[in-house]
């Protein structure tokens, strides 16, 4: 196949005849002015695709700030109404601090209404809703630690106001009862023979309360031979108490206990005859006699 064309010109018409190669450029330029338009058609779309995706992601920025905003306007709420819980216990804190006060007549040392001395500059910004969270907060952070300190001093002077009285030994080990065998000589009602007896017995109905005849620390809660199941208090300066022959405990070793605390029950373990409370005084290691701590009047 072949092409001819023919050209007119000032002297007349001339014939040419391109070559195959001359046959191949229009189909090469429609190849790529197609190759070139579908290219930018890629580009267009690739470029409205972007724009989709942005605007999607916008979308999902929004959703997401909103959904923000409501958890922390929730959040805030939540803070405020613990905040307004917390102030109301340290307001009840503070009550019973002064009450105590009052109690023990130290209210002229203790002010458990005034707010705690502190100062230095502070820079701040603006002032909204968060900010003056966090400073009642702060507030009542300090509040608190205020009312620990006097209450930690409190305890302290008003224990000193009554351990004298707390460690003051007297009275009768139990709470129903009567004296079954004084302090001293005696013939043992085991083997008959003269023995020294190194405690007062108090004899009762099985399962009696024995009671502590002073405040102190537990130092032996337990079996101990020939006291049965015994409890030994440490008064402090040298003293000690035990009480022998109990059927059950009621404290363990460690135990801080009161004046006229239940610390047993009445028995007839180890070495007895039937149920007493075996009680003894002890100054410096040393069994005493008891009679005149039983009979003393109480400080």
Request: glycine share 12%.
């Amino acid at each position: 196949m072949s092409v001819t064309v023919f050209i007119q010109g000032r002297n007349g018409a001339s014939r040419w005849q391109p070559g195959k190669r001359w046959l191949l450029l229009p189909v090469l330029l429609i190849a790529a002015g197609s190759g070139l338009y579908q290219h930018n058609a890629k580009q267009i779309l690739q470029q409205q695709t972007n724009v989709d995706n942005e605007r999607v992601a916008r979308e999902a920025q929004k959703d997401e700030l909103i959904e923000l905003k409501g958890a922390t306007e929730a959040q805030l709420a939540m803070l405020v109404t613990h905040v307004a819980r917390m102030q109301a216990k340290v307001t009840r804190l503070e009550a019973l601090g002064q009450q105590v006060a009052k109690n023990n007549q130290l209210e002229d040392q203790f002010d458990f209404s005034s707010e705690v001395g502190v100062g230095g500059l502070s820079e701040l910004g603006a002032n909204i809703e968060l900010d003056q969270l966090i400073a009642d907060m702060d507030k009542l952070v300090s509040r608190i630690d205020n009312n620990n300190v006097q209450l930690s001093i409190l305890e302290t002077v008003s224990s000193n106001l009554h351990i004298d009285e707390e460690r003051y030994i007297s009275g009768r080990p139990i709470q129903k009862g009567w004296l079954s065998s004084p302090y001293g000589l005696r013939n043992d009602p085991f083997n008959g023979r003269r023995t020294m007896h190194k405690g007062i017995d108090f004899a009762g109905k099985e399962g009696t309360n024995v009671v502590a005849t002073a405040g102190g620390v537990i130092t032996w809660a337990g079996k101990m031979f020939g006291y049965g199941e015994l409890v030994e208090i440490d008064h402090g300066n040298g003293l000690r108490t035990r009480y022998g022959h109990n059927k059950s405990l009621l404290v363990t070793v460690g135990d801080v206990i009161a004046k006229g605390e239940s610390i047993a029950k009445m028995g007839s373990t180890g070495r007895s005859t039937g149920p007493h409370v075996h009680y003894e005084v002890l100054r410096g290691g040393q069994q005493i006699d008891p009679q005149k701590f039983v009979y003393r009047k109480a400080g």
